[in-house]
């Protein structure tokens, strides 16, 4: 396997920039950056699930909550030390959606994203009603993990909780697993033939995505000091799917350049608040026209031009 | 696996309910090690229902079906596979979004072959079918005839394949692809002692490749011996024209 390939030396470098963008840029911006590295996270995961093996889970936030609420209460009403509190938040969401993903990815499609977001609602309102527990809509404090709100340490931590999620997802998807989830979301029955077990690769592929969720939430409770059932949102789930298509399904680059650039042009949209949901959508609606591949299919088809590859899949093969 | 003489796969008395609808009905057939039988009926006669009652895609309603003497209606399509039971479909089911040598890997994969090895053999069958130079496309860019070709070797992936279940095979394919798909029967079946189970409209192909044939008509097995047996007996004659 070549290592020094062009992917992987761009990736290098965009690494090399990402460390020392602090340096150059201010803490409002940086805190803009920590905050575009959770949601990378969280579409990367959705992506493992809604992307490699065609499950359409709505209900992938929740999890990145339970892993904040867990972690912060554990801390805030137990005394817990961080490095009790994080792992027991993922450990919860882990088991969490291991009884979910038994109950309910016998179903797919649309009952599927019905049952998950059964499950989304019934959590946040669970967080919103139990008041005096969890500190209802207004949400409850949680102990800043560097305590400090200078951002650039969380800038730092959400970079390599960001790398490392991307590898171990990349990790997963050129295993034998990742063959499996990809046969799996192409043609289900024909993967039971060749004797995948699908149920259960399904279910991994839920916990792996769920874990990693929860994962996020539970480092970024602990980076913005404050957490809420705004976690739970529907929106929420919506801009993580958008981040996903945006960038392009089923992509390894593509979560990450989704979640990154739609961030950034809704912080730079903000001054026309009312009508920034408006450009994003219609932004939104022209990818999805012309590039339903998203901003990876944008770049491919590019780079084809640059390489003026006439070569296309109609001229491709031959009958034998 | 016990050793249950020469016979490998018996369906006995099987019934295939579809609410109202009796797909199959009282189906019984004996499978030896080393046949290639074929498996004809007009449409609507219960052949592709019967694959799949074989192959765990479908329950049986009543009635057993043993594979070396072990009873495996019931067991999961995994499971049947892992046991060497392989199968194909009438419309080629590729992975469309995966590579033609991704698509040969899965089978080798799920009976823990290894990497390399995996590949070693892919690439050996690929070349036999003509595919190599389509290795590295996506199986959504082949023709149909290619994907028919593609899912048949790929079943031969598994290392320890006892039983080939194949669904219309020659269906809508060119000529050419046709007689891969026949010398790798052929070879498969002398060579390897596969087991074949052919589902087939191709009277002329079912008579030169299979020892012995089964009829099924209106979800009933009808006749079961040699094509020249089979041609002669009243019912197979009515069902096929209808007199």
Known sequence: ??????????????LIVAVFLPFVISDYWCYVLTVAFFYTIMAASWNLLGGYTGQFSLGHHTFAMIGAYTSTLLMSKAGAPFWVSIPAGILLTIFISCALGILCLRVHGIYLALITWAF?????NYFRLHYAFTGGDRGIDSPLIFGTMKPTPYYYLFLGITVF???????????RIGYYLRSIRDDSIAARSMGVDIVRYKIFAFIAASGIAGMAGAFYGHSIGLISPVMGDFNEMAMIIIFVVIGGMRTQAGPVVGAISVRYTMEI?????EIRIVILTAIVILIMRFFNGGLMELFRRVKKWIRRDGEGPASAYQEP | MDDQGNQLLEVKNVVKMFGGLRANDNVSIQIEKGEIRGLIGPNGSGKTTLINLITG??????????????????????VIASMGIMRTFQVARVFRDMTVL?????????????????KTRAEELLDFALLTRLKDKQAKSLSGGQNMLLQIVRGFMHKDLKLYVMDEPFAGVHQ??????IESIKMMNQEKGVTFLVVSHEMSTVRTLCNKITVLCKGERIAEGTMEEVANVPEVIDAYLGG
């Open chain 2, 176 to 181: 050419s692809i046709k007689g891969i798909i």
């Open chain 1, 1 to 14: 396997m070549k290592i020094f390939t062009l992917k992987n030396i761009g990736m290098l470098v965009l």
């Open chain 1, 165 to 175: 999620a991307i590898v171990l997802i990349a990790i997963i998807m050129r295993s």
């Open chain 1, 269 to 273: 949209l903000r001054e026309y608040y």
């Open chain 2, 102 to 118: 991704e698509n040969m890997l899965i089978p080798a994969f799920t009976q823990g072959q290894s990497g390399s090895e995996a």
């Open chain 1, 120 to 124: 989304a609602e019934v959590v946040r």
């Open chain 2, 57 to 78: 895609i479908y329950d049986v309603t009543e009635g057993s079906i043993y594979y070396y003497g072990k009873r495996i209606d019931g067991v999961k399509a995994n």
